[in-house]
């Protein structure tokens, strides 16, 4: 008998290739790992895969660290012209979400993309694994709508955060869980919907008290209060884990950037100190910096580092959408 911790990675298997891909028989079904990737997901992914008809293969890249986080290998890149489907499983890297290649073809729609990457098989079968993602799609759809018809986003929290940002014009990226045409990217666990703040328009004081990326699972070790002048960070204070960003945004190309406002939508995820659980949250914010072409931008970085802040207020031409912590639409 399979244990209850594989049965429960084939269930999570079977939602994500069955329904949220739509995967259909004979397609190429790509599983990118790395050498720390929990490989029961990709073993559970590749047996759906097969049941359903379709071709799959697990590639096995290097871990990566910080600074080289969105490259894929060489031959990777170039399999990646042979697949329908795409399912990125990395532990320790962002690069089957945000390597150039990936997003070129999804720009021309030639494959779609599952992001599980940073997860592991907690995320997989636990809290917001298990929301209701017919539901979910519902209130994106609809929070689509109110954000992309905005102009200027206000987020404020009660320990001190207060930034104003230019979204008029940009295009929502919903992150739902569903991505079943050619074009479409969503993620496993999921439950956000982005927009990217212009490039320059950002400005005012952040105060980051929840996960981080790359930070390994927990909270600051004191809360870190970031600066923002001109869509940039120009300033840090706080301790250990401050530094440590500090180094990171200092010494990386345009990681220093003001890439993505994102409001958590999945009423499932709990507060673990696991970024890639707390960031879906419902009623969450978090802020990215670094790579934004993914958000609709045109700065191009190596990395890119979702900081979760908690209680947010999140307003959009003065309409609060976020009260608190608690969504308002």
Do not use: C
């Not at 990709?42 to 759906?48: F, G, H, I, Q």
């Not at 150039?100 to 809290?127: A, D, H, Q």
């Not at 919903?174 to 990217?196: I, K, L, N, R, Y």
């Amino acid at each position: 008998m399979a244990s209850p911790k594989l049965t429960d990675s084939v269930k999570s298997a079977d939602l994500i290739l069955r329904t949220l891909l739509a995967v259909k028989p004979r397609e190429q079904v790509l599983i990118i790992t790395d050498t720390e990737t929990e490989m029961e997901m990709a073993y559970s992914l590749a047996a759906v895969a097969h049941s359903i008809g379709a071709e799959y293969t697990i590639a096995t890249m290097p871990s990566r660290d910080v600074e080289d986080a969105h490259t894929l290998t060489r031959p990777l890149a170039k399999a990646l012209e042979g697949s329908d489907v795409l399912i990125g499983i990395t532990r320790t890297s962002y690069a089957p979400s945000y390597a150039p290649e990936v997003l070129k073809l999804l720009n021309e729609k030639k494959i779609r993309y599952m992001s599980m990457i940073m997860r592991t098989m907690e995320n997989w079968t636990r809290g917001a694994a298990l929301a209701n993602y017919v539901e979910m799609h519902k209130v994106s759809q609809k929070l689509v709508k109110i954000l992309e018809a905005g102009k200027r986003v206000r987020i404020t929290t009660k320990v001190g955060t207060d930034i104003t940002g230019v979204i008029e014009g940009r295009k929502a990226v919903v992150e739902d869980g569903w991505a079943t045409e050619p074009g479409q990217a969503a993620a496993f666990s999921d439950g956000e919907v982005a927009m990217g703040p212009f490039e320059g328009s950002t400005e005012g004081t952040l105060i980051i008290d929840g996960p981080i990326s790359y930070m390994g699972k927990g909270w600051p070790d004191e809360p870190i209060k970031l600066t923002a002048k001109k869509g940039r960070i120009v300033s840090f204070e706080g301790g250990k884990w401050a530094d440590r960003l500090r180094q990171w945004i200092t010494t990386v190309e345009n990681a220093d950037n003001i890439a993505e406002f994102s409001i958590g939508i999945n009423p499932k995820s709990r507060r673990t100190g696991d970024i890639s659980e707390e960031k879906k949250g419902l009623g969450n914010v978090h802020i990215g910096l670094g790579e934004n072409r993914y958000y609709g931008g045109n700065v191009d970085s190596r990395l890119h580092i979702d900081m979760v802040m908690y209680e947010p207020t999140y307003e959009l031409d003065g309409r609060v959408i976020v009260r608190n912590g608690k969504l308002q639409i």
